[in-house]
């Protein structure tokens, strides 16, 4: 008998104002597997990824978690997922530190908080409000997330967006022990990943989409 | 599954093509009873119905004023449940019927307050007065240009529908609140000068126009209800077969006219 | 997660308000302006000002509500934190009301406990200044719940302000009708609770329905 996949989603069809933005979108995802969505600018990548967090509702298709709808098991699937988008959801009158444990699980102890804040090469702007950040900087607060984050479902939407070389490696890193500890990642970007056995997945705009250009 | 097919009819209810050609078939029998009855209600309240003991011919205004006061009020009431199953069924005629209704609402809305300003000025010698009635008419054009003015703030067409389906139905829970207590504030405030309550009673022979004329306006809503989602659906449509083909057979016909 | 239910948004907005106290307090001192300027338009005569003041006080702080509820969902949108609090395992409503909650603590509170400066300044008769009080209280929390549906209405649009006012001064109305009878009732000499007990009446219904309609809306229409 073939194993349930982590996550199941198809035929996942969105319409927005009439307009189909994609081809419906089919495909599993186990454990331990990590997804790079490619597409051209504009191809739906980030609708995708929000309709996978259902923060979109679907025009018609289904994403199923361990074999079961998410609708009907929409808690615990929100429960396991984390979602970082184009916006890094920083606060920017508070510290990158109170920033983290907001975006942390309850659970989190200082220390990790401060561990997970020197991963991400932020050691000494604990206190700092973020406003005195820069843009690379406020992102890696973000980031942070990825060493407190107890989800099994990672969707990254651009991640290395305004980040440097050095950090990319670190959160590659991050992301192959994520992958080795059962989880799964579907990311948007448009580097080369230097990881193992990354799947690709590429978006294909709709056929009414090219009839109109 | 299986109740999925217990609602085929609603969701052909719900279709645009659908109801694009049903309303099509019935659009000659409607204009015919809309303009009989117009005519005739109006000839009848103008023209033949007993002048009023105090106010003379200057009553006869209510042939028009009442009825429109009475659809701008259940206008908005369709409107509101047009939204609901919009948001409910995601249905997209629905959403047309709801944004077709607004302007015409609105409109209506304008033309009761107006009717009655003009109806007040040589009855109670001024334009306006705080009445219970004026105000909640006045409240409710601000309703009703509430809803047009989010459903236009948005780029996407979707957004607008949505959000001015939930204004709308924030306001049908709002409107008994609003009546009840602007109704309530002017108890409170009442001027000893001024009595807007109308006559208690009402002549037989001036009754009947009056109820012919509402019939007439409700069929006169109904008519232009179509005929703005008619409207809006060949738009919201434009890229489907079969629009695309109505307009290619109406070149033809027009064509073919010319050459005649 | 900690950024989940009624308490956590409540003091988080709490803390962001009480960082940005200047912005915070901004309301407070549009309600204090305003008052400067009713009896320099109108007149310093105190018989007057105590007729008008019940009903301008109200307007005063219905105007200075409204003034701050735009911004209620829209940094939250600007950065991205609505769309996180949307995917949080959370039934929406709680956060919402926390927020809503905040929103009235940082904006209808402080103007009630000013009131009665403003009163002694335009010599409001000292028996309408509990009424004053207590229907502001109650009032603004009515005008912050009622304010919230059309801030998430309009959350999405970029200059969404002035349309936000078109929408909700209308379903406004109730509030200030029995807000400022309260008030007038004291001044008149006859039992004021009556009015306040239907303002309170409204604030139930809000509390019960507002969030639904504010979560609601932040769904359907920021996603776009």
Not at chain 1, 37 to 45: D, W, Y
Not at chain 2, 141 to 151: H, K, T
Not at chain 3, 39 to 68: F, N, Y
Not at chain 3, 143 to 154: F, K, R
Request: proline share 5%; net charge neutral; hydrophobic share 50%.
């Amino acid at each position: 008998m073939p194993k349930t996949p982590l996550l199941s989603v198809d035929r996942l069809f969105f319409e927005r104002d009439d307009c189909n933005i994609f081809e419906p979108a089919s495909f599993n995802v186990e454990a331990g597997d990590i997804v790079q969505i490619e597409g051209p600018n504009g191809a739906g990548k980030t609708t995708l990824l929000r309709l996978l967090t259902s923060a979109l509702q679907p025009t018609s298709g289904s994403i199923l978690f361990s074999g079961e709808n998410i609708t009907d098991c929409h808690y615990e699937y929100l429960a396991s997922l984390l979602y970082i988008g184009h916006q890094p959801a920083v606060k920017m009158t508070l510290s990158a530190e109170e920033n983290l444990r907001w975006m942390s699980p309850a659970t989190t102890s200082a220390p990790e908080i401060d561990a997970a804040l020197a991963e991400v090469g932020l050691r000494g702007y604990e206190d700092v409000p973020c406003y005195s950040l820069s843009a690379g900087q406020h992102r890696r607060v973000a980031l942070a997330r990825l060493f407190t984050t107890e989800a099994k479902i990672w969707f990254l939407d651009e991640p290395f967006t305004a980040i440097d070389k050095q950090g990319v490696d670190i959160l590659q890193a991050r992301m192959g022990s994520h992958l080795a500890a059962g989880g799964c990642i579907l990311l948007s970007t448009h580097q080369d990943l230097a990881m193992d056995k990354v799947r690709k997945y590429s978006i294909e705009p709709h056929s009414d989409r090219e009839q109109q250009q | 599954m299986a109740s999925n097919r217990d609602w085929t009819w609603f969701y052909r209810l719900g279709s645009p093509r659908w109801f694009y050609e049903t309303t099509g078939r019935w659009l000659p029998w409607l204009w015919t009873l809309t303009l009989l009855l117009l005519t005739t209600g109006l000839v009848w309240g103008l023209g033949y119905a007993p002048q009023d003991a105090k106010q003379g011919n200057s009553f006869r205004i209510i042939y028009l004023h009442v009825p429109v006061s009475f659809l701008a009020l259940a206008g908005y009431y369709l409107m509101a449940i047009a939204g609901a199953i919009g948001l409910i069924w995601k249905m997209k005629l629905s959403y047309m019927v709801m944004k077709s209704a607004a302007p015409i609402g609105a409109a209506l809305t304008f033309l009761a307050l107006f009717t009655g300003a003009v109806w007040g000025k040589p009855t109670w010698g001024t334009y306006w007065v705080w009445d219970a009635r004026i105000t909640s008419m006045l409240i409710l054009l601000f309703l009703y240009l509430g809803v047009l003015a989010l459903q236009y703030a948005f780029h996407s067409q979707e957004s607008g529908n949505k959000a001015s389906a939930i204004l709308a139905l924030v306001g049908t829970v709002n409107i008994p609140i609003i009546y009840k207590s602007v109704d309530w504030w002017y108890t409170l405030h009442q001027p000893a000068t001024i009595k807007l309550t109308s006559a208690p009673s009402m002549h037989i022979d001036m009754f009947q126009p009056l109820l012919m004329m509402i019939i007439a306006l409700y069929c006169f809503y109904a008519l232009a209800l179509i005929l703005f989602t008619r409207a809006e659906i060949l738009q919201r449509e434009r890229k489907a077969a079969w629009v695309c083909e109505l307009a290619l057979q109406a070149d033809k016909v027009a064509a073919w006219e010319a050459e005649e | 997660m900690s950024n989940i239910g009624f308490t956590a948004y409540l003091k988080r907005d709490l803390l962001l308000s009480y960082r940005r106290l200047g912005e915070a307090a901004s309301p407070l001192m549009f309600f204090l302006l305003v008052s400067i300027l009713i009896p320099l338009g109108v007149s310093p005569d105190p018989e007057r000002l105590a007729e008008l003041a019940p009903g301008m006080m109200w307007v005063m702080a219905l105007l200075a509500t409204l003034l701050s509820t735009e911004g209620l969902f829209a940094t939250d949108h600007q950065d991205g934190s609505l769309e996180q609090m949307l995917i949080a395992p959370q039934l929406l409503a709680l956060p919402v009301l926390g927020k809503v909650t905040a929103h009235w603590l940082v904006t209808g509170l402080p103007l009630t406990m000013v009131s009665p400066l403003i009163g002694l300044m335009l010599s409001l008769p000292p028996v309408a200044m509990v009424p004053m009080m207590a229907s502001l209280a109650v009032g603004t929390a009515c005008l912050s719940l009622i304010g919230a549906v059309g801030a998430a209405l309009t959350v999405s649009l970029r200059k969404g302000g002035l349309l936000l006012s078109i929408l909700v001064i209308p379903l406004y109305i109730p509030v200030i009708i029995f807000g400022s009878a309260a008030v007038q009732t004291a001044v008149d000499g006859f039992n004021w609770l009556g009015p306040l007990a239907i303002l309170a009446a409204m604030l139930c219904a809000a509390i019960a329905l507002c969030p639904l309609a504010i979560a609601g809306a932040l769904r359907l229409v920021s996603s776009n």
